[in-house]
């Protein structure tokens, strides 16, 4: 059961669209199931003689007495105004019991208290079978407000406790921190427009995508509207600073002609301007990621601060796991832009996924989690997907995730914990497409079989007691290639199995050989770092001087996109 509570101004407005027939002839058999008087209140539902100037006048008979209070002036958003809706599958209420449900939400979120005789005027109105809508006017018989702070999470809670007592499907409780969601108005345009998300989602998406790639306030603003999106800032009286920001989608106009504008935190709580700037440091131009001899350097540094970043979840340092959080949502988005291959498509849905669980009512240490983020930053920078290690970043990111998801549930974060577990899912599909290909050739290409015994007896002393499942795993040929890899490029088979056994516990991998395959390919090659040293010793940058701009974020070039032209 989801309730959605929001203000406004216009009575006799909503009172028409309840009672009428919707804005696609979806309402039928408009009536009040329950009312602050049921006597007292008119139905034009049921009463031909009663009208909605009639009904609007007497809900706004508390305003008015205010009115005359305020010198003719009535108090700003007196209308408040609470859908409620079942969820899809769950067995249609009867007028008798929509008309507890929304008892009990008057009385919880402080619009009516039980017993209350100078409660607000309200009204519960049905013209569907699966919700109501309850309107309320928000001052009380003896001319004061009612006391609705968190009033949306406190309708939440009531909900919860009617799922019980009803039988219906439970729900998993928010915390606010959730986008607002589309309007009605909203999803209607978009189906007249043949597009499968509206404005105010495409929108969202993109501007997570950017915020992800770029460095600074300036760059967002200005790869925004090379994407062909309309922006205004809203400047200081006195400083003339930017203060706020809208967006629009190219092409999404009102009925006047005129853009339609949603501001930063009307797409998601942290796209405000002041929200981005706290993970938007302002940095010069030269601090930006360059490409190095290693082209791979960026995917291993990223893969290597997702690694820290599950340690750091498991720290109980509820603000750093946050910011970790925050930063791995926005490194999916350019692991995303920087893969090909099918598996793409999975990797961009999670992302998406994972915006609900990057947030919760936890405020973050943004700082705390600077090398994750700057490290996914490179990625927007890189060129080219180098194979096996692509794949070891990917298989990192399914752990991460699964963790973010066990973190959200031991906080009772339900809502962020089923999102985590949804972006789990996504990344798990991803990985069991792009995987497979690369482990068979890495079979493919095992090293003779004296080499691979002398890799059996490295295993059997580096991790005696998980040899035997090691061994007969059936990725141990894959392996095999692996420690041959790491061993031409500097490494000790033996002490390397050793420390990467002991970052983490194998007991719960259900194949550990392939475990170690991806821990193993994410590891520097020594030698090269061996000669980059020694190049910089003697005077010679083994960096390029040249900047380079950020891939172009997710699903945003303009010949992709056919929602708004």
């Given at each position: 059961m ?8 216009d ?5 028409v ?11 039928t058999?408009?009536?009040i199931?329950a ?7 008119p ?11 009639l ?5 706004d008979?508390h305003v008015d007495?205010?009115t005359r ?8 958003q007196h209308v ?11 067995r249609?209420l009867?007028?008798a019991?929509?008309a507890e449900?929304?008892?009990r ?9 039980e017993g209350?005789?100078k ?8 013209h ?6 309850i309107?309320?006017?928000t001052?009380r ?7 609705t ?14 799922e019980?007592?009803?039988?219906l499907r439970r ?5 606010l921190t959730?986008p607002?969601?589309p309007?009605g108005?909203e ?5 007249r427009q043949?597009?499968?998300v509206?404005?105010?989602?495409w929108?969202?998406?993109?501007a997570?995508a950017?915020?992800?790639a ?11 509207q ?7 800032t809203?400047?200081?009286p006195?400083?003339?600073d930017?203060?706020?920001?809208s967006?629009?989608a190219?092409?999404?106009t ?20 002041n ?8 940095q ?7 490409y190095v ?8 540094h990223?893969?290597a601060a ?11 340092d ?6 970790h ?6 490194a999916?988005?350019?692991?995303a832009?920087?893969?090909t291959?099918?598996?793409?498509a ?6 998406t996924?994972f915006n609900r669980?990057?947030?919760s ?7 705390a ?12 920078y890189?060129s080219g997907?180098?194979g ?31 999102a ?9 599909a ?13 079979a ?5 079989t004296a ?7 490295d ?5 005696p ?6 061994l007969?795993?059936p ?26 056994g002991?970052q983490?516990?194998l ?26 040293s ?6 010679t ?7 380079h ?17």
């Amino acid at each position: 059961m989801v309730p959605d509570v929001s203000t406004g101004s216009d009575t006799r407005g909503l009172i028409v669209y309840l009672f009428g027939p919707g804005r696609r002839d979806e309402h039928t058999d408009a009536h009040i199931v329950a009312a602050w008087d049921m006597a007292g209140a008119p139905d034009p539902g049921r009463d031909p003689e009663a009208s909605y100037t009639l009904l609007a006048k007497r809900l706004d008979h508390h305003v008015d007495l205010r009115t005359r209070e305020l010198g003719g002036k009535k108090p700003p958003q007196h209308v408040w105004h609470c859908p409620v809706r079942t969820a899809p599958g769950d067995r249609y209420l009867t007028d008798a019991e929509w008309a507890e449900v929304a008892r009990r939400i008057v009385h919880a979120t402080g619009i009516a208290p039980e017993g209350d005789e100078k409660a607000c005027r309200w009204i519960a109105v049905r013209h569907a079978e699966d919700h109501i809508h309850i309107m309320a006017t928000t001052v009380r018989a003896d001319g004061r407000r009612p006391r609705t702070h968190r009033d949306g999470q406190r309708a939440q809670s009531e909900c919860r406790k009617i799922e019980a007592e009803f039988g219906l499907r439970r729900l998993k409780s928010g915390d606010l921190t959730a986008p607002p969601t589309p309007t009605g108005a909203e999803r209607a345009k978009a189906e007249r427009q043949g597009q499968s998300v509206t404005a105010r989602q495409w929108l969202r998406e993109q501007a997570y995508a950017v915020a992800a790639a770029v460095h600074n306030e300036a760059d967002y603003f200005t790869v925004l509207q090379s994407l062909g999106i309309n922006l205004k800032t809203r400047l200081g009286p006195e400083t003339g600073d930017v203060i706020g920001y809208s967006l629009a989608a190219p092409g999404d106009t009102n009925a006047a002609g005129e853009p339609v504008w949603y501001g930063g935190s009307k797409l998601a709580p942290d796209l405000s301007i002041n929200r981005l700037r706290e993970r938007l440091p302002d940095q010069r131009v030269a601090d930006r990621p360059r490409y190095v001899a290693d082209p791979t350097a960026s995917w291993r540094h990223t893969t290597a601060a997702i690694h820290a970043a599950r340690t750091v979840l498991d720290s109980g340092d509820d603000a750093a796991a946050q910011g970790h959080l925050a930063a791995f949502g926005d490194a999916l988005y350019n692991i995303a832009s920087a893969t090909t291959g099918p598996h793409r498509a999975e990797l961009r849905a999670a992302a998406t996924a994972f915006n609900r669980a990057r947030r919760s009512a936890t405020r973050a240490d943004h700082q705390a989690a600077t090398a994750l983020r700057k490290a996914a930053k490179e990625l927007a920078y890189a060129s080219g997907e180098p194979g096996g290690l692509a794949i070891a970043l990917l298989f990192a990111t399914v752990h991460l995730a699964q963790a973010a998801a066990k973190w959200h549930e031991q906080r009772g974060h339900e809502q962020k914990a089923a999102a985590a577990e949804e972006a789990l899912r996504h990344l798990q599909a991803g990985y069991q497409q792009a995987a497979p290909p690369v482990l068979a050739d890495l079979a493919r290409r095992a090293p003779r079989t004296a080499t691979a015994s002398r890799y059996e007896q490295d295993v059997r002393a580096a991790l005696p007691d998980h040899a035997a499942r090691i061994l007969a795993d059936p990725t141990w040929t894959a392996l095999t290639t692996t420690l041959a890899h790491a061993e031409t490029a500097g490494h000790n088979p033996r002490r390397l199995l050793a420390e990467l056994g002991t970052q983490r516990e194998l007991d719960s991998a259900e194949h550990p050989a392939e475990v170690l395959t991806w821990r193993i390919t994410a590891q520097p090659n020594q030698r090269t770092q061996a000669a980059r040293s020694r190049s910089t010793i003697s005077g010679t940058s083994s960096m390029s001087a040249t900047p380079h701009s950020p891939a172009t974020p997710v699903a945003t070039r303009p010949e992709e996109r056919s929602r708004h032209r």
